[in-house]
DNA sequence: CTGAAAGCGCTAACAC
DNA sequence: GTGTTAGCGCTTTCAG
């Protein structure tokens, strides 16, 4: 069973192989009779139009390249599942790569994709990638980018971002809200926007109460794991029993010091409550519960491959494009660690 | 700044472009003196073959489809992870596709890959996939494809699989090496062949130890998931307080358990030792840690990889192939809920 | 050692 | 309404 081609309807039905490929396309000036002739034939054979050859004729593939930090991550993973479900309903495929986090291999990744001739790319910036070029490689290419969750504001482009600063200060201020009256933040590594900006929110919503900031009772995470938030809990259990409400930078540092804080005695919430950051399946199983901050990695997913698409037409004909940033939102969830 | 192509290479050196494609892939009929001189050239210009062309003419994309019931899921997402890294290793790009554990959409995706001529497939079935007419089509197709983690023994191909009965058989007999005599089994719905062959692992287990199957104590989750295996905790906490052990089908219910039995005062593990399945990272998290099964979803992906990639050389290479099943070893994880 | 020519399968401008 | 033609960019005989 050889492959069935435009030629092969024309032939058997002595017409023009672009005859029939209008037909099928439903031009206006092909007539209906040779219209149904040739759409009959074509589903009774199964005719599939060669993807490789209306690649090459129409210059585009009908598939774009997604570039992640890290797969196997809740969050990230809900991304995938965002983009390419969405992609799939306006008949486009995704090309998923892992960036480990690095900027090497987000170059050398970026390279590829625009080797196969991708229709775009969505990508998210390693935590250590500070130089741009190669994103500005893409435009030179022409290749569509947006950029999502870790953007840099200093490339232009279409962005979807979550509003760090704001979830914080909802975080921060949940806490205010249920009674907490000395606050300490877990945060991040120094350098990445995403700790920058929920550290900034955490200060801010402080200010706005009232509650002076200390920086003693900031703590830097070496690494956003559960033993590092155990040792911060030891940390604080051990020198900062006035401590009555902990704001974490993600629900496994969290969690690790909801657990660090239980070993010394500590009752959450009654001494202490606690909320994390992204909603992880995780949170859902502590005891308590861990209260956090939900951001849809689906709905961020979704609206990272209407913009690219968006920008694909815009480009396809012609037409300028006005760069546009569009936020996610956040939400509390509120759960048993804070009362 | 237009697309370099062999034809403008080949204008400006005065040469044809069939010369310079053989030089550019060093044919030995070409002389070194043209090779050198064709290869600074593209180089020079940054010469990148069209992808689009080359497919059409090698009728081959380098794109391989990969279809996974759940990416949200720390296992697969790991297959992924596996699946792509090797790939790309060989010069492959990977397509994902979720089928949301759903004999249609499962279907659908595949008839989707192979209407965009994908080189090969890897497919883990729906739990709800008993017809096979929709892998037969891919063979039909002359596309090859390997079962990977969920696979049925009746479609002919390559296969990677898990032992889960003997995954089960060592979970089970950890729990009597840690001197339990009364052994719950949580296990999961009836169908799933992963369901059933951990359940009778269960079985054996207990058998070659000389313990009594007691289907009372066999429990099925009607979810996997976490209220579920509370919930189930409960029955054993009010009903079954002679159980002195549990093996969970996943670490999710295990969770759920533990969480349960100690709501109700039941030490862990002094009272009941429990064992999960995956290894998740919830069991690195939990109070007590959770013992459980590693299974490497990322040597999964790699060597289902390797094993498609070698269906697809013997098919080029017009080579007779004999189907294999690959196992990939599975581990029994000390933690702190078992003694 | 090099090149002419054919063709992969499809599309679109243009002619009839 | 339909067909002719001319490619898209590459690879591979086969002839010279």
Redesign the interface.
Known sequence: ?SKVTLKKIAEALDLSTATVSKALKDYSDISLETKLKVKALADSLNY?P????Q??RN?E???IGLIIPE????FF??I??GV??TA?KYGY??????SDESYGVEKKQIE?L????VDGILISLADNTVNYNHIKEIK?ARVPVVLYDKISKSIEGHKIVIDDQKAAYNATKHLIDCGCKRIAHVRGALKPQTTIDRFIGYKMALKDHNITFDNSIVFEAKSLT?EEGKRIAYEIALKHRDIDGVFAFCD?LA??VL?GL?EHGIKIPDDVSIIGFSNW??S????PTLSTINQSGFQMGEEAFKLLLEEIDDIKKGRDIKYKTVEIPTKVIVRNSTK
């Open positions: 069973m599939k060669n993807p490789f050859a690649s090459l210059k593939s009908k598939i797969i196997v991550h809740d993973a809900n995938i599942l390419t479900k799939e495929l995704v090309i998923t790569l892992q590829l625009l080797s196969r001739n030179r559960f496994l969690t690790g657990v239980k399946l995780l859902t199983v502590t005891t």
